[in-house]
């Protein structure tokens, strides 16, 4: 199995910047991609970003294009998801997810393998 352990989140204003991680450990050869989902209180948990770790590939959703940059250390076994241009409504708590080979999904039942969350909060 993989393990995977977020951090980063925190409170900021407005159009500040925040950069989470996501530590995977345990099978890690087993990992494809990782994807980065959010829930907001109330909510569904939804898509935010996925990296290949085969070929690199990333894909965003529209809401957060352009604001958030998805990236890996290979070394590390990290994923870094640096968010800019913060708003309040990217309120939540963001998973980070793995998937053991069933390829470059967005959808919640795509990932095997989740983190605790970190919860990020913007305020207006």
């Known amino acids: 199995q993989v393990q995977l352990v977020e951090s980063g989140g925190g409170f900021v204003q407005t159009g500040g910047s925040l950069r989470l991680s996501c530590e995977a450990s345990?099978?890690?050869?087993?990992?494809?991609?990782t994807a980065w989902f959010r829930q907001a209180p109330g909510k569904e948990r939804e898509f935010a970003a996925v990296?290949?770790?085969?070929?690199?590939?990333?894909y965003y959703t529209d809401s957060v294009k352009g604001r958030f940059t998805l990236s890996r250390d290979s070394a590390k076994n990290t994923v870094y998801l640096q968010m800019n241009d913060l708003k309040p409504e990217d309120t939540a708590v963001y998973y980070c997810?793995?998937?053991?080979?069933?390829?470059?999904?967005?959808?919640?039942?795509?990932?095997?393998?989740w983190g605790q969350g970190t919860q990020v909060t913007v305020s207006s």
């Open positions: 997810a793995a998937d053991l080979g069933h390829g470059f999904g967005s959808k919640v039942q795509d990932y095997e393998c």
């Open positions: 345990g099978l890690t050869e087993m990992v494809v991609t």
């Open positions: 990296i290949s770790w085969i070929d690199s590939k990333l």
